[in-house]
C-alpha cells in the first residue's frame, strides 16, 4: 500500500475529519494561554532565579519585546489552525515554534513536559500529513520556480 493509498483511505473515513479538527483545536488550546500570557507581558512561571528552569524563563521574560513576540506567534499559529481556509498554514506555523519549545524542555530537563511536547509534534505532524497534498502542490510550485 503505498502513501498516497493509505492517506485516501484515511480520509474517507468518518472519524477522520472529526479527528483532525479535535487535533487542530487541540494544539491550538496548547498555545493560547501560553502565548498570550506572554504577549500581555506577564511571567510564564513562579519559579524563582535559583532554580534553571525559573533563570531560563526570567531571562527570556526580560528581553521585553522578544518575549511578546514569541507570544505572538504563537497566538498566531493557534489562530491560523482554527480558520478553515488557513489550517495549513497554521500547521507550518506551529511546527518550528513546537520543535523549538521540545528542544528547550530537553536540553532543560523539564520533568514530564518532554512527554507532552512530543506528543504535540506527533499530532503537529499529523496536521501536515492531513494536508500533504497541499504541500506538495506548494513545493512543486515553489521548485519550479527556482529551475
Do not use: C
Amino acid at each position: 500500500m503505498t502513501f498516497a493509498t493509505f492517506h485516501e483511505a484515511w480520509a474517507k473515513q468518518r472519524i477522520a475529519p472529526w479527528f483532525t479538527w479535535g487535533t487542530r483545536i487541540a494544539l491550538a488550546l496548547g498555545f493560547i494561554p501560553a502565548g498570550l500570557t506572554k504577549l500581555l507581558g506577564e511571567r510564564f512561571t513562579v519559579l524563582g532565579m535559583d532554580d534553571p528552569v525559573g533563570f531560563f524563563f526570567e531571562a527570556l521574560y526580560q528581553t521585553g519585546w522578544y518575549w511578546n513576540f514569541l507570544g505572538a506567534m504563537q497566538l498566531l499559529a493557534a489562530a491560523l489552525l482554527l480558520i478553515p481556509r488557513t489550517t495549513t498554514l497554521g500547521a507550518i506555523v506551529y511546527f518550528p515554534i513546537i520543535i523549538n519549545i521540545f528542544s528547550i524542555v530537553l536540553a532543560m530537563h523539564f520533568k514530564g513536559t518532554p512527554y507532552v511536547v512530543g506528543l504535540m509534534i506527533l499530532a503537529n505532524l499529523y496536521l501536515l500529513v492531513w494536508d500533504y497534498k497541499k504541500l506538495v502542490k506548494v513545493f512543486n510550485i515553489l521548485l519550479r520556480k527556482n529551475t
